[in-house]
């Protein structure tokens, strides 16, 4: 498997318990595998035992090592299902309701997080994106004091053109699709905290836009002019420039004449932007174009971390986000 080597290494510092709850899925099985097998995480199957079996026979890999909870059978099934109830009776689910809602691997796999016994999950590579999601903000829940859970993407470059592996945070391409300017702030201060975690060197945002120094006048430069001020109010500490054109950002000389009082002097690495159409589109272009490895969508926000695949996802991919959800994991428990 073709693997950040820097996720590696930082995951494995104190690998936590992770639970994947598709792993008759090969590509999950085999990522689950590995992730055990090299110490990035501590890994839990949630499924159907005779099948997993199966899907690692097919794939030659001995699992007695990775424990299963059966959601069906479990002697965890009954404690989960109350404490299922107990979180989601004011929405009026009943004892017989949780009963049933706990024999879902996802439902299982994610009380599992929320009542300790593990420490992150991830699903996708099955379940589709809105599933994992509904089920990690309902069972898992927001982070205290976070106004909106948001997504990124940690963005891997590695040309020709570069000396080394240059590493980014593209936020949010996958969730908010329309945000605030005060839900933009709150998805840049959240980026801002997952760039601490990932990245090599201290954070440097860029707010961008269509715009640079309000050189347009436009309801939607205003909106992110102002969450900037909201971020540096925030964060006073921090490298970052208000509304900004990408080549503004990205390119020393370009900023030196756009952007004459930069903080981030070109050399940005965490792009924030404005609505999910133009992140969406932005990390695609810089995967197809630019040949970046984009990791994730990865969630931020929530109380413990839960973590969503594509449904195109390589087992390399998913190991990369289970070494992410560790990660995460162990920056929640120093918290």
Known sequence: MQLNPQLIDASTIRPARIVVCEPEDPRILSAAYHAQQLGIAAMTLVGAP???????????LDIRHLPIENPTTSNKRDSLAQALHAKRAHKGMTQQDAQHAISDPLCFANMLVATGEAEGSVAGAVYCTADVVRSALQLIGKKKDTPIVSSFFLMLFHLAQHDEPIRAIFSD?????????????????????????LLPVPPRVAMLSFSTGRSADHPCVTKVVNAAQRVKAALPDLAIDEDIQFDAAIVPEVAARKLKHSTVNG???VFIFPNLEAGNIGYKIAERLGGAKAVGPIIQGLAKPANDLSRGCSPEDVLN??????????HLAHA
């Open 50 to 60: 005779e099948k997993i079996r199966e899907t690692a026979a097919s794939l030659s």
């Open 173 to 197: 391409c996958g969730l908010v699709i329309e945000p605030t300017e005060e839900e933009l702030a709150a998805i840049a201060i959240a980026a801002v905290d997952s760039a601490k975690m």
């Open 267 to 269: 050399m940005a690495n």
């Open 321 to 330: 986000v289970i070494a992410i959800t560790s990660i995460q994991a162990q």
